[in-house]
């Protein structure tokens, strides 16, 4: 089967850095997908890893360790707005594209 | 607006009614995805389409549920005879790449 783990809650300070890490299981891997939620709306996409390393897009950078089976969000210069759900998500070689996504990590930035 | 539709936004049903959603996907996209996301938890997969082939379906979708997608464009979602269970935010997604799916805003289910 597949599972991810994340933390349930993390809280921060505006201008902070976070970093919400997700470990997983999963049979075969293609890759780790991080999309974001904010309460009552749709999950939007963050970035996504294929191979180790490190990927940053803007205040967001991403990175993946597939021998530890391991990766983490890492959020910059936080921000109030970044308050949200964030959902990391494997694709794996048991199914053509279906994301299998972990219960989420809830971010509470406060001023 | 060119994103991800769904119709409706909200819908409450008595249980053992049949409701069925729509998903528009954004137009040039040709793979569809359907999850479904209950409080607290993360969306889970119920089946994927290419194009008008449904070529996934989970195994945790019973057969009360059913999805089409006649012309490989639009797509609905039937739920029959539904059950209290149910109630759930269906989302529909849609990709044109492997990487990156783009969420609709769901149609949040009531089943009294």
């Known amino acids: 089967g597949q599972s991810l783990e994340q933390p349930s809650e993390v809280t921060a300070v505006e201008g902070a850095i976070v970093q919400i890490n997700c470990t997983y299981q999963?049979?075969?891997?293609?890759?780790l997908s991080w999309y974001q939620q904010h309460d009552g709306g749709a999950p939007t996409f963050l970035s996504y890893n294929a191979l180790d390393g490190l990927e940053e897009t803007g205040r967001f950078s991403s990175f993946l360790s597939r021998s530890d089976s391991y990766g983490y969000l890492l959020l910059q210069e936080l921000q109030m707005k970044d308050s949200a759900s964030y959902f990391c998500?494997?694709?794996?070689?048991?199914?053509?594209?279906?994301?299998?996504f972990g219960t989420g990590t809830r971010l509470l930035v406060s001023p | 607006d060119t994103g991800v539709s769904q119709n409706p936004r909200h819908k409450i049903t008595k249980r053992g009614q049949n409701v069925t959603f729509r998903c528009d996907p954004i137009s040039e996209h040709n793979r569809l995805y359907w999850y479904r996301q209950t409080l607290g938890q993360g969306p889970e997969f119920l089946t994927y389409f290419q194009n008008e082939a449904q070529l996934e379906k989970s195994r945790l979708l019973s057969d009360r549920f059913s999805a089409e997608r006649p012309k490989g464009s639009f797509s609905t979602l039937e739920i029959q005879r539904t059950e209290q269970g149910d109630s759930a935010m269906y989302l529909c997604a849609s990709s044109l790449e492997d990487n990156e799916q783009f969420f609709g805003p769901g149609t949040r289910l009531t089943v009294l």
């Open positions: 999963t049979s075969g891997f293609y890759g």
């Open positions: 998500a494997v694709r794996s070689n048991t199914g053509f594209q279906k994301l299998v």
